[in-house]
Nanobody, 126 residues
């Protein structure tokens, strides 16, 4: 069983920044690709960023390229999402997810992930 705990969400004005963190309770964190997803009411959960188990490969949705940065600290079992120049359309619940296929390529579809955090709300006011 893997537990993922997100933190760092909140209310921010348009143009502001937030840092989301996700801590994983597993000894094999270094083996897993990780992803950040978001979902707002009435929409499909979408992948905004993903990172391979080594950190050598990353993916960003077009809507966040140049503004969001995903990174991981395998020593502390943590994956972070730095979000800059936030826009009202970034408002959503953000989820951290883990793909438990050892040393697999990063994934961008929600069904390919095995464990999810509880989510953290990000609200961007205009």
């Amino acid at each position: 069983q893997v537990q993922l705990a997100e933190s760092g969400g909140g209310l921010v004005q348009s143009g502001g920044s937030l840092l989301l963190s996700c801590v994983a309770s597993t000894r094999t964190f270094t083996s897993y690709a990780m992803g950040w997803f978001r979902q707002s009411p009435g929409t499909v959960r979408e992948c905004v960023a993903a990172i391979s188990w080594s950190g050598g490969s990353t993916y960003y949705a077009e809507s966040v390229k140049g503004r969001f940065t995903i990174s991981r600290d395998n020593t502390n079992n943590t994956v972070t999402l730095r979000m800059n120049n936030l826009k009202p359309e970034d408002t959503a619940v953000y989820y951290c997810a883990a793909d438990l296929n050892y040393y697999a390529d990063l994934k961008v579809q929600s069904y390919e992930y095995d464990y999810w955090g509880q989510g953290t709300q990000v609200t961007v006011s205009s």
